[in-house]
C-alpha cells in the first residue's frame, strides 16, 4: 500500500476504496468480496473524477480549484479549507501516478490539459477560479491559459507564494525566498536522489513526517514522492509560460529567511492583465498551516467576494 494513502485521502472511507481498486484480490481474499461492493468513493460522488478532491463541498458559490505542489498531494490546502469562506467550495487537483502506476504527463502543457478537463467535469462551464501554492501555482496559470483558449472565462488566478521558472537572475535568486540554496531550474537538474535532501525537507514542513517518526516511515513517505517530485520539478523547470488574459492575486509571506530584488509581483504581470499583491503571515511552508493560513483564509475570502461583487450589474 502507498504510505502516501494516509495522506491524500481525507478518511478510512476513501483509503479503503482505493485499497480495493489498487488491490481487488488481495482485499477479496482476507475481506469477502462483499468488501468491494460498496466502493462509492467520497471524491468521486463530490466531485465525478478521480483527481479531484472535495476539501470543502460547502457554499452555493463556484468552486476555487487548487492545484497541487510538487509531490502531487494536495493535504498542504486541509487547514486553509477549515477557515476558507462558509459559501464557497474548495477542490483539490491531485497529480497522477499518486496511488499507482499511472502514465505521467511529459510537458506541463499535457499536464494542464488533464487537469483542465478533470475540472470541468465538476463545473462544467466559467468563469473559473483557478491557483496553486508553490509551483501548483504555475502549473495552474497554464491551467487557466487553456481554459481562456477553449472559450472560457477565468475570473481569478490565485497564486500562493509562486514564482515563475524564469524568475531567478544574477541579482534576484527566488529560491532563497524559499529558503533554497538553489534555483527551480537547478533544482530541476538533479537527479531524484540527490533531490532527496530538498524533498526531505519539503515533506517534514508540510507535516508529513517529523523528527520523530520511524526511520521506515519517513523512507516510504519519500520513495511515494520522490519520483514526482521530480517529474513535477523537471517539467516546471522547462515549462515556457505564455501571456494570459486574466487578472492574478498572489500572496507573499511577510517571513523570508532571505530578501532579494526583483519585482514585488514576481514578474506575474508581465504575463497577466493585472496582478493584486496581498503580503501574509508566515514563511513560504507555514502561510498555508496554522496559525497562519487563518489569515491567508480571511484575506483570499475578501478578494474573492470583491471581486464578485464587481461581477454584479449596478
Not at 275 to 291: F, I, K, N, Q, R
Amino acid at each position: 500500500m502507498p504510505t502516501v494513502l494516509l495522506f491524500d485521502l481525507a478518511d478510512i472511507r476513501q483509503i479503503a476504496q482505493r485499497l480495493g481498486e489498487l488491490h481487488p484480490a488481495a482485499v477479496t481474499a482476507r475481506f469477502g468480496e462483499e468488501s468491494l461492493v460498496a466502493s462509492d468513493s467520497a471524491d468521486a460522488e463530490k466531485t465525478g473524477h478521480p483527481l479531484l478532491v472535495a476539501l470543502k463541498t460547502t457554499g452555493s458559490r463556484s468552486p476555487l480549484f487548487l492545484i497541487h505542489p510538487p509531490g502531487g498531494i494536495v493535504v498542504c490546502y486541509t487547514a486553509l479549507a477549515h477557515h476558507f469562506d462558509e459559501q464557497r467550495p474548495l477542490i483539490g487537483i491531485r497529480s497522477r501516478g499518486l496511488h499507482g502506476t499511472e502514465e505521467l504527463p511529459e510537458t506541463l502543457e499535457e499536464m494542464a490539459s488533464d487537469y483542465a478537463a478533470a475540472l470541468r467535469t465538476a463545473q462544467p462551464t466559467g468563469p473559473y477560479l483557478i491557483g496553486g501554492w508553490s509551483l501548483g501555482g504555475v502549473i495552474a496559470s497554464e491551467v487557466a491559459r487553456q481554459l481562456l483558449a477553449a472559450g472560457e472565462q477565468v475570473e481569478r488566478l490565485i497564486l500562493f507564494d509562486s514564482a515563475l521558472p524564469d524568475s531567478d537572475s544574477a541579482d534576484h535568486h527566488v529560491g532563497q525566498e524559499y529558503g533554497l540554496d538553489l534555483s527551480l531550474a537547478e533544482l530541476g537538474e538533479l537527479s531524484a536522489t540527490d533531490q532527496l535532501p530538498f524533498l526531505y525537507d519539503h515533506a517534514r514542513r508540510m507535516g508529513l513526517i517529523n523528527e520523530t517518526a520511524p526511520e521506515e516511515l519517513v523512507s516510504r513517505v519519500l520513495a511515494d514522492l520522490q519520483k514526482l517530485f521530480a517529474h513535477h520539478v523537471r517539467l516546471c523547470s522547462q515549462f515556457q509560460p505564455h501571456p494570459i488574459d486574466t487578472d492574478g492575486v498572489l500572496f507573499r509571506p511577510l517571513d523570508i529567511p532571505v530578501k532579494t530584488a526583483g519585482p514585488v509581483d514576481r514578474g506575474w504581470g508581465e504575463l497577466l492583465r493585472s496582478v493584486e499583491v496581498c503580503e501574509v503571515p508566515g514563511h513560504h511552508h507555514s502561510m498555508v498551516a496554522l496559525p497562519h493560513v487563518t489569515a491567508l483564509a480571511a484575506i483570499l475570502t475578501d478578494v474573492l467576494t470583491a471581486a464578485a461583487e464587481e461581477r454584479v450589474p449596478r
